[in-house]
């Protein structure tokens, strides 16, 4: 559908709309700001008509345009609903019901109010289920290497772990090493980069479904291969399951969840997937006592495919992601669809509206760059030369364009550390690394009982970062318990030189469990979680799939190399565990310097935070975070934390005056940036030069009063960078502006 414009009278409209498609690529100010800003309360009304007229005819006009200016003036209303004067709010052109204010207030403040996502929440959770069982297969089959062919292995031999033993890898390591990392390698290599088509074709459901159906027939497979070469070939397939699975499953989380509760919901992920695994050692725990090897094998290897079965059968219950219908430009686009989803999925007919104009606007501002701001009639891709072509150039603009570039490194970076931290040794040869500490290869029982333990913290120990994701943050998560984790690995590597079996196996497990405890809220849910809601609508599949790769590529070099020589068989317990201690420093410095927060914002207000220049970001970081932190927290001064971005959504100023910024950007736009930020205690230049000059602002929560002309009185002197409010609001008490905002000033930064 071609993007209508609307000018004002002025001509600022074209400008002002030309200046917002920039910052959600080059956001020099860190500007965080609603995509409906610019939009005169006529202006408004004209964009919902065309928007009505040419997608959602269905519905009744009056009803959308309500809920448009509901989503103009989020914060406005957020206050009139959580007022107690019943008159609040009374001019307004939106009078709320009392069951819409109730609805909104819930979805900001309670964690799982949207009780209609219940059947989302189910598919997601059996698909990480699915996931955790199968690696719980593959560490539970490594105990039985000899049934299928493997009867050499070092790292099950009594005594491997002393440096006089016999531990040179065998040409079996390896064979058991390329079996296990097989899925890995192929999921990371394959089944990932297909999610891009299969999403763009049959969706973000069909998708899973695919994967469901290739997970159900390698387990059946894999549970009569009497070969590791049969094995290694099933495993394949399974592989690409696993791929195409992680790619998709949050992604359908994070398009689905209200935005202030989104990591919560895709924690699911990772929380199910711990369960997965603890649920999966039990069974392999059941199996053991068949007391007939090749029989356990079978059992341990076919398992899985009663989860993939659940997963199926959940599939046809569970809505499509309403953004998928929502990509202006494809095939799949049609607002209906996403339209009557949301109705599915909100409390109320306003929000499903709210949500589904919102993001038609957002991602109007996404797909619609300098080059085609004028011609916006590009073609829907069709035929296979063409999407492939298609397919190629969203890769290509993940390393170019400086928005998805940003969302890249973050995301791969704390992709790349949760490999390299060293839990999924954990998960992936647990009964390895127990059974070479016992030091006997003839009773998997013990190691078995060991990964039990270790599944169960890592599910337990999950649940506190439900809420928490959300309102601590992925980033803080991380940067507190990266250093926690690093001091546990290296206890549990220096607990390798106590005297004693007994006491050298028990120290090992406790430091091991508590590492798997401190993993658990961190580390493990978030690096999934950034994956699938970093990047823009455009290009999520293709983001995704590549930080997802990182991820299960390493996972696949460390199934492949742990038993080998790299690593177990040369470096042994000691050593092993000591090197992922360095890595998980190493993780938190990377996480410190170049991951941003992205708690309680929309999926499409993240364009924003990731378009600022990561050398901005990195400079904030040291040059007054580290500082002020110093300050805080050492010298005990009272200080303001520093904030990177100027929050006009939930966190706009309320007084009569600020200073403004000049900063023409090469578009004509005029940004704000310090005054602001002094105005709110956060300080200190940019680095960019911007000269300062001061303009009168009318209070930003006040809005304008209609003149007799039909114009808003005061609007000349309101900077481009503030909303346009089309009626006034009462100015409600401090304690209630205070709890409409307290948690926006920390959710775009730290």
């Not at 993940?398 to 060293?422: D, E, M, P, W």
């Amino acid at each position: 559908m071609e993007l209508d414009r609307t000018i004002t009278p002025s001509g600022k409209g074209h400008d002002q709309y030309h200046a917002q498609v920039t910052r959600r690529r080059k956001n020099r100010q860190g500007i965080i700001e609603n995509p409906l800003a610019y939009l005169t309360d006529e202006e408004l009304q004209h964009d919902v008509y065309i928007f009505w007229m040419n997608c959602l005819s269905a519905v009744d006009q009056e009803e959308l345009l309500r809920a448009a200016r509901v989503a103009q003036n989020a914060r406005s209303y957020d206050e009139v609903a959580r007022s107690e004067d019943p008159t609040a709010g009374y001019h307004l052109p939106v009078q709320l019901s009392e069951d819409e204010k109730k609805a909104l207030i819930a979805e900001k403040d309670a964690l799982f109010s949207q009780r209609k996502m219940f059947t989302v929440i189910l598919a997601v959770s059996l698909a990480a289920f699915l996931q955790g069982f199968v690696q719980s297969s593959i560490n539970g089959a490594s105990l039985y290497a000899a049934e299928f062919g493997l009867p050499n292995v070092t790292s099950t031999k009594p005594d491997s772990t002393t440096s006089d033993g016999d531990s040179s890898p065998q040409l079996d390591d390896w064979k058991l090493g390329a079996t296990n990392a097989s899925p890995f390698f192929f999921a990371a290599l394959l089944g990932c980069w297909l999610s891009l088509p299969l999403n763009d074709l049959i969706g973000r459901r069909g998708a899973i479904a695919v994967a469901a159906c290739l997970i159900f027939a390698s387990s059946l497979g894999s549970a009569w291969c009497s070969t590791w070469q049969a094995l290694l070939c099933v495993r394949i397939v399974n592989g690409i399951g696993m791929g195409l699975k992680a790619c998709s499953t949050p992604i359908l989380a994070a398009e689905t969840a209200v935005g202030f509760w989104r990591g919560s919901f895709i924690l699911a992920w990772q929380l199910w997937v711990a369960f997965g695994i603890m649920v999966g050692f039990a069974f392999n725990l059941i199996f053991y006592t068949a007391n007939d090897a090749k029989r356990s094998l079978q059992l341990i290897l076919g398992a899985p495919f009663v989860p993939s079965t659940f997963l199926m059968i959940a599939l046809w219950f569970c809505p499509e992601s309403p953004r998928y219908y929502m990509r202006q430009r494809t095939s799949s686009y049609d607002p209906q669809k996403a339209y009557n989803i949301l109705l599915r999925l909100r409390k109320t007919k306003l929000q499903a509206l709210r949500d589904t104009y919102l993001v038609y606007k957002s991602i109007q501002l996404e797909e619609y760059s300098d080059s085609n701001l004028e011609d916006s009639t590009d073609d829907v891709p069709r035929g296979l030369v063409t999407r492939l072509k298609s397919y190629l150039i969203q890769y290509k603009e993940l390393f170019i364009q400086r928005r998805l570039r940003n969302a890249l490194i973050s995301s791969s970076i704390v992709s790349l550390a949760q490999q390299l931290c060293g839990m999924n040794i954990l998960a992936f040869y647990s009964g390895t690394l127990f059974s070479g500490l016992l030091k006997n290869s003839n009773d998997a029982f013990m190691p078995m009982v060991y990964s039990l333990g270790i599944g169960a913290v890592n599910f337990i120990f999950g649940l506190p970062a439900i809420r928490t994701i959300d309102t601590l943050g992925r980033r803080k998560w991380l940067v507190m318990t990266l250093p926690i984790m690093c001091l546990l690995m290296m206890a549990a590597a220096l607990s390798t030189l106590t005297v004693g079996q007994n006491a050298r196996v028990g120290l090992i497990a406790f430091f091991i469990f508590l590492f798997a405890a401190v993993y658990s809220p961190g580390m493990g849910p978030i690096p999934f979680t950034l994956a699938s809601e970093s990047f823009p609508l455009s290009h999520r599949e293709a983001g995704c799939a590549f930080a997802i790769t990182t991820n299960l590529l390493f996972a696949g070099l460390i199934q492949m190399f742990f038993p080998s020589n790299s690593i177990y068989a040369r470096l042994h317990n000691g050593g092993s565990l000591g090197l992922f201690s360095g890595l998980n420093l190493l993780a938190f410095v990377l996480v410190f310097l170049f991951v941003e927060e992205t708690k309680r914002r929309s999926l499409e207000d993240l364009d924003l935070v990731f378009a600022v220049r990561k050398r901005d970001f990195v400079r904030h970081q040291v040059a007054r975070y580290l500082p002020w932190f110093f300050r805080r927290y050492v010298l005990g001064r009272d200080e303001d934390k520093p904030s990177l971005y100027v929050d006009l959504i939930w966190n706009g100023p309320r007084t009569t005056t600020a200073t403004h910024v000049g900063s023409p950007d090469g578009d004509g736009d005029v940004e704000m940036a310090e005054g602001l930020r002094r105005r709110s205690g956060n300080g200190g230049g940019d680095g960019d030069g911007d000269g300062e000059r001061g303009i009168p602002i009318v209070s930003g929560w006040n809005g304008f009063a209609p003149s007799s002309n039909g114009s808003y009185a005061g609007e000349e002197n309101v900077s481009p960078s503030f909303l346009r409010r089309p009626s006034a609001l009462v100015v409600l008490p401090d304690y209630l502006s205070a709890r409409s905002s307290e948690d926006s000033n920390n959710s775009a930064h730290r």
